[in-house]
């Protein structure tokens, strides 16, 4: 029965960018099956975390929880648990390390940050958010990473920075602010509603689109045609995110009315 799931959810997300995920996570979930304790995944983006959701809902006597660090990350771990497991789990490997420059010279950004991290060979499933200011990052990791940060991690690009250790409980919770948008567009395709949302025209929507710079929950907009609906979230690379908050009907006119609510 597990090896069928296995495969139908690996079905499901053959040929998407959900497949590597999918396939760690069945594996996860399996091996919980066979010992009845708890395994926790890497760090999951917000598509990772709907794909470990769908996964929990195959299998029976699974369920699944999230952390990130801190409330209202974005990047988070899950952790798969039998509900025969009698013991608690301890957490979820969760530690952080502050990276800091002078702020005075240079200005670093989550990019620079990001391609440190990858340039020293990390994989990004071990690191969660990163929390940038003028002068510092946060780095979300996995507790296992947090030495090798310590000792190798001595220059973001050409900057030199210092590494210490940082408490996750001094990590603010994350306020979203939101500013919501009501529009009425010609028809429920992407590049209108993005152009509504986002504040631009259509054709530039569609260029963004054939870029492939938007998302549509978090996996690749097929094209420019491509419906939504209520509940989805298009996601554009540097321009934040934006819920479909709900449909209205149609105007006389037959346009369709719709309230948006864009995250900034």
Not at 3 to 18: A, M, N, V
Not at 123 to 140: A, F, P
Not at 141 to 154: I, P
Request: net charge neutral.
């Amino acid at each position: 029965m597990a090896s069928e799931q296995k495969e139908k959810l690996i079905r499901f997300y053959k040929g998407t960018e959900g497949e590597e995920t999918v396939i760690k996570l069945v594996d996860l979930a399996e091996n919980v099956l066979r010992t009845q304790k708890f395994r926790i995944s890497g760090f999951l983006d917000p598509f990772g975390q709907e794909i470990a959701e769908t996964v929990a809902a195959n299998y029976g006597n699974i369920r699944v929880d999230f952390a990130g660090g801190y409330q209202g990350a974005e990047r988070a771990r899950a952790i798969f648990i039998h509900e025969d497991f009698a013991g608690t789990p301890t957490g979820f490997g969760i530690d952080c390390i502050e990276a800091k420059w002078n702020g005075q010279f240079a200005r670093l950004s989550h990019r620079d940050v990001l391609g440190a991290l990858m340039g020293q060979g990390i994989e990004r499933d071990t690191i969660g958010d990163l929390l940038v200011t003028n002068d510092s990052v946060k780095i979300i990791c996995e507790e296992k990473m947090a030495d090798f940060l310590l000792t190798n991690l001595d220059k973001i690009g050409a900057v030199g920075v210092v590494c210490e250790r940082s408490d996750l409980s001094t990590i603010a919770p994350k306020e979203e602010r939101c500013k919501e948008i009501r529009a009425t567009v010609a028809s429920l395709r992407v590049d209108s509603i993005a152009a509504a949302g986002f504040g631009s025209s259509r054709s530039k929507a569609a260029a963004d689109i054939a870029a492939d710079k938007l998302k549509i929950n978090w996996q690749p907009t097929k094209s420019a045609s491509q419906n939504v609906k209520e509940g989805d979230i298009l996601s554009m690379r540097g321009r934040g995110r934006l819920e479909v908050a709900e449909v209205r009907g149609t105007t006389k006119k037959g346009r369709t009315v719709v309230v948006l609510k864009r995250y900034l």
